[in-house]
């Protein structure tokens, strides 16, 4: 039985994705992200391009590390160079990164992460009458920068704050590439992910085949199994080739591997706070730009990942794929609400009981890997809701397939 279960669950399969293939709107729409990915890469490659491969260019003579034996490196190389005349974007980049490895300082070198911790907690501690409303929070407020401030001190020792990166334009590369680039690559492939799952559980139902393909027990299980199964392979392989095609050209016009060695916390990389002021990039583990760039698309795909799970739940439990689509949409939505709302008005109890769910990481992912503020209590929080999330979604989606096999379909 077992030798005969194993053909027949790769013939559903192979079933279920040639119904995937022959829907026209989800193909459209992964061919119309492919283009404005393609397109959005270009846009910021062409606006990026001289100061990156200006970057790189420095970094190949000097290192990575602009401390004073890589100025006297830099200012020997800088001095003797012939000026390209015809390149006057690199030629201004290349003076900005001159200035930039002259000035460098290292911001972790005697960071006082605890007085920043005390502001946060007053931020979190006490209501209008200055009442302690919130005093576990602030404890772990407190307790998070203490953690911080050793991290600085590890960060100092490495002279990750002296990490040239891409110099003063460090901000505007690093948001362009992690949080607009590869964001927008997030939502698109959330959308194609949601959009593959809704339309396979809901396909037997819309074309009326659904009393014929679930006639028996047995047969529904596998058949709803099967679905799943292609539903989140496609989302993840909707993911992995969105991301490329986004990608692919922008460091290739750009160059930006060159920059890949440098340190994300470098001192050039700066992130605004709840405090409206400005912060280091303090991450919580030494990460180099590409081991970071790597991370937050691992992070990326396990947000895509748990939209398909909540695509699944909603799909078995509501039959017509559309109004599937709009329920997770709809979830999503007042989740964003919610949360927004809570931030916005100091609830920082109700917001971190929320974030058990995607769209906390979404939320914070300009900020992924850091102190992130107000908006994580322990470290690596966007990280450890996610898992939780993806574990908890999982297991709902096993009780809805449960159920699901046993619904009375008339």
């Not at 193909?27 to 491969?53: F, H, K």
């Not at 602030?138 to 401030?149: A, F």
């Amino acid at each position: 039985m077992r030798r005969g279960r194993k053909p027949a669950m790769r013939r559903l399969l192979m079933a279920e994705w040639r119904k995937l293939v022959g829907v026209r709107v989800l193909w459209g729409l992964l061919g119309l992200c492919v283009l404005a990915n393609v397109a959005l890469a270009a846009v910021y490659a062409g606006s990026e391009a001289p100061t990156i491969r200006a970057a790189g260019e420095v970094t190949r003579v000097i290192g990575t590390t602009v401390d004073d034996d890589a100025w006297q490196r830099f200012a020997a190389w800088y001095a003797t160079r012939e000026a390209d005349g015809e390149d006057a974007a690199g030629e201004r980049a290349l003076a900005a990164l001159a200035f930039a490895v002259e000035s460098a300082r290292d911001p972790f070198a005697g960071y006082d992460a605890r007085s920043v911790g005390r502001r946060y907690a007053t931020a979190v501690d006490g209501d209008a009458d200055g009442a302690d409303a919130c005093g576990a929070l602030s404890r772990l407020v407190r307790g998070k920068y203490e953690l911080v401030e050793t991290q600085a001190v590890r960060l100092s020792g490495v002279k990750a704050g002296l990490s040239l990166y891409a110099g003063e334009d460090t901000p505007s590369i690093h948001r362009g590439l992690c949080s607009t680039i590869i964001g927008g690559v997030t939502w698109e492939a959330i959308v194609a992910a949601v959009l593959a799952m809704a339309l396979l559980l809901g396909m037997e139902h819309a074309t009326g085949a659904e009393p014929m393909v679930m006639a028996s027990l047995a047969g529904r299980r596998r058949v709803l199994a099967a679905k799943l199964t292609v539903g989140l392979a496609t989302g993840v392989a909707g993911f992995v080739v969105l991301m490329a095609a986004a990608l692919v050209p922008y460091v290739t016009l750009t160059d930006v591997t060159d920059l890949w060695a440098s340190n994300v916390a470098s001192g050039f990389n700066t992130m605004m706070t709840e405090l409206a002021e400005s912060q280091p990039f303090l991450t919580w583990a030494d990460l180099t730009v590409g081991q970071y760039v790597a991370l937050s698309m691992a992070l990326s795909c396990a947000v895509v990942i748990s939209f398909a799970l909540l695509a699944g739940i909603c799909g078995i439990y509501c039959r017509n794929s559309y109004a599937a689509v709009g329920l997770v949409a709809g979830l999503c939505l007042g989740l964003a609400a919610v949360l927004t709302i809570c931030a916005d008005n100091g609830w920082w109890g109700a917001y971190h009981l929320l974030s058990l769910n995607p769209m906390y990481a979404l939320d914070v992912r300009a900020r992924w890997f850091t102190d992130m503020g107000l908006k994580e209590l322990v470290p690596w929080q966007e990280t450890i809701a996610m898992t939780l999330s993806l574990l908890y979604l999982a297991a709902v989606l096993a009780v809805a397939l449960r159920r699901g096999v046993h619904r009375d379909l008339s």
